[in-house]
């Protein structure tokens, strides 16, 4: 037994300064712990934006590391969270994530905020990080839209947004707002716009009124909302591109109970003019057999003939021919053509009333027959 406690503790003495050597060094476990990740999101700011800045450690040592505070610091971002005043350890072969708000402020471009770890009986850690400060919005113009918007008439406007930035944002939603006017679609959700990417997004405005359109862009910036706007000025008038069916040739024929009229229609527009119709209108009454003559579509530059009848007041002077049409998205447009009537007092001699007497017009065969009598009468007196 006695024998068995002295090798026990010979034992020991020879294992005692083995022990001594491996001692934990803090420098050296502290040295094992490195940032394994930095995510910010948003990835760019833009001034007075809020962030949150993700920081992932990693002990890749075998031993435990104590952290007694991890801060962060840079004169030229706010810090909005705590700093980490009691980390604790962070265990061998172990990951530690760390979050902290930060905000820029006016200023734009590119800063090295500092995280600091203070390893408990070891050095500090400064690990500095990029962060970038970008002021570009999105940007929204107008690809393409009428020269002149006809009132009642629908016209495609085609907005063209793109995001010169050099990360993306999200959420990004458009909507449209005109008092009076009819617009399709109201708003569009578009989402996601990655660094450089660009859509176009058509809109249909019928307007009613020169009030302006306003448009307005949505965007979220990380956790940050963004919204930029465009207005749109509506300038009514007449459209230099549209359908103009033209009257020409017109003959007009009086037919005794009523007229006749026929002619050629043409479309002098830029763009096709459909279901043509030609008519007349008040005070003219039109009747069969063309009370509306259908001409159909009109290509620019095409023609047509057409035939109507109708009736007027002896008192008419003259009547509307009434020319109509309709546009690709069926908005009716109509246009009046005067056209003289030949005044029945001129038509033709016989027509003409007789300015004279009645009892005038019977006595002038009388009177040429005593001339002639006269004049026979004359004649023999002067024989004899």
Known sequence: MRFSIIFLFLIFLALAPVYGETTVDPVAAAAQVQVNSISIDPEVLMPLDTAVVTIVLNNSGQEAVPINHALMYDKNLDILSDNYEKVGSIGAGNTLKLEYTIQAKGDTGIFYPILSLDFRGAHFL??????????????????????????????????????????????????????????????????????????????????????????????????????????????????????????SNVIITDEGEFFRVTGDVTNSGLETANGVEVTSAAPANPIFPYKLYAVGALKPDDFSSFEITFKADANTTEVPLQTSFKDRDGNIFSSDTKLELPHKDTITEKEQPSQLPEKTIYLIPVGLLLLVIIAIWYSRRNKA
Do not use: C, W
């Open 126 to 247: 400064r690990y500095p990080f990029r962060v970038q400060v970008q002021k570009d919005p999105i940007e929204m113009s107008v690809l393409s839209k009428p020269e002149i918007f006809v009132e009642g008439k629908k016209d495609i406007v085609q907005l063209h947004i793109g995001n010169p930035r050099d990360n993306t944002v999200s959420g990004v939603t458009i909507t449209a707002n005109g008092t009076g006017h009819e617009i399709t679609p109201l708003s569009y959700f578009i989402g996601a716009l990655g660094s450089d990417d660009a859509v176009d997004i058509p809109f249909n405005i019928t307007p009613y009124g020169n009030k302006s359109v306003q448009f307005t862009l949505e965007y979220q910036n990380g956790i940050n909302q963004h919204n930029i706007t465009y207005t749109l000025p509506i300038v009514l008038g007449e459209s230099r591109k549209h359908a103009n069916p033209v009257l």
